[in-house]
């Protein structure tokens, strides 16, 4: 009797240590940062050095279009980078750059995640149905827990 | 990330190498740390709402996936060492690979709640993770054949 509250007494304190940790956590990496809330308000970014992954949408001069959470962003690349850049191969793009006043962004890496839509997203879908093969293989679901199969 | 193939893959060829019974347990461990935080990705199909989602890549922390382990384990009706135990090696596993990975920004953050510093080796950008997938894949089906070829001598001596 006396273990079976000490369990349910230690769960309680896990529960509270995850709590107050994911509270902290969001306090410690307190400066959260959106695509939408820059486009909103670009000023009140300016210089901050960003990292963001999108769709890739097309060239424009000097630069090109990604989209992120279905809203438009522009990329400014250095001049060596236009010359050489050419979009990614079903996949997404990577860039890290400098915030610009007008919701721009100046761009000072690029990565193409080339051909990530099959090497990463499907062969993660794939995984996924391997790990539940195995999983109920192994185990049953029940009411009272998971119990083996 | 590297995709979930190659953690898979990490994570068997852990599970081969100490024998453990209850493979799929390590399989989720393997997984776990990525189960929340990419629930973003939606936005590649649908809108999602302008939160703060801050609190999900959270879960890709050693310091909370270890609470997360130990709240979770009991959901399995066996031995809460073990379970503790196998989850914890998959996520280990998905960890140490995802350290590899380049990043602009980022990394694991290895130390947390003493630093908020994110460690990586920034030597394959996720993309790459073939270059981990082909020779973990080779190195199971090496254990696995080993097991088969030890287990046939077994019952022929």
């Known amino acids: 009797?006396?273990?079976?509250?000490?369990?349910?007494i230690s769960y309680?304190?896990?529960?509270?240590?995850?709590?107050?940790?994911?509270?902290?956590?969001?306090?410690?990496?307190?400066?959260?940062?959106?695509?939408?809330d820059f486009l909103d308000n670009p000023s009140l970014y300016v210089g901050e050095k960003k990292t963001i992954k999108g769709v890739?949408?097309?060239?424009?001069?000097?630069?090109?279009?990604?989209?992120?959470?279905?809203?438009?962003v522009k990329v400014h690349l250095e001049r060596n980078d236009d010359v050489n850049y050419g979009p990614p191969r079903y996949g997404e793009v990577l860039i890290y750059g400098t915030l610009q006043r007008d919701g721009s962004i100046f761009a000072e890496g690029v990565h193409n995640y080339n051909y990530a839509y099959i090497s990463i997203y499907g062969s993660s879908f794939l995984a996924g149905l391997i790990v539940l093969f195995y999983f109920l293989k192994e185990w049953k679901i029940t009411w009272r827990g998971i119990k083996r199969a | 990330m590297p995709d979930w193939l190659t953690h898979i893959v990490i994570a068997?060829?852990?599970a081969e190498l100490l024998d453990i019974k209850k493979k799929s347990v390590v399989l989720i461990g393997a997984l776990l740390p990525d189960l929340l935080p990419k629930l973003t990705l939606l936005e590649l199909f649908i809108p999602i709402?302008?939160?703060?989602?801050q609190?999900?890549?959270?879960?890709?922390?050693?310091?909370v996936l270890v609470l997360v382990i130990l709240l979770i384990a009991p959901l399995f009706r066996y031995k809460y060492s073990h379970t503790v135990t196998w989850l914890g090696l998959g996520t280990l596993t998905h960890l140490l690979s995802d350290?590899?990975?380049?990043?602009?920004?980022?990394?694991i953050s290895w130390l947390y709640p003493f630093t908020t510093d994110k460690y990586t080796l920034n030597w394959i950008w996720p993309d790459q993770s073939y270059l981990v997938l082909i020779p973990a894949l080779l190195a199971y089906f090496i254990i696995i054949l080993m097991k088969k070829r030890r287990k046939n001598a077994k019952y022929t001596s």
């Open chain 1, 1 to 8: 009797m006396k273990i079976r509250l000490l369990c349910k």
């Open chain 1, 12 to 36: 309680f304190l896990l529960i509270v240590a995850l709590l107050v940790t994911l509270f902290h956590y969001n306090l410690a990496y307190s400066k959260s940062f959106s695509v939408d």
């Open chain 1, 56 to 72: 890739y949408a097309g060239r424009f001069e000097q630069g090109f279009f990604m989209i992120k959470n279905q809203r438009t």
């Open chain 2, 12 to 14: 068997l060829v852990f």
């Open chain 2, 49 to 53: 709402p302008n939160w703060n989602y």
């Open chain 2, 55 to 63: 609190f999900l890549d959270a879960f890709h922390v050693p310091f």
């Open chain 2, 99 to 107: 350290t590899l990975l380049r990043h602009f920004l980022g990394g």
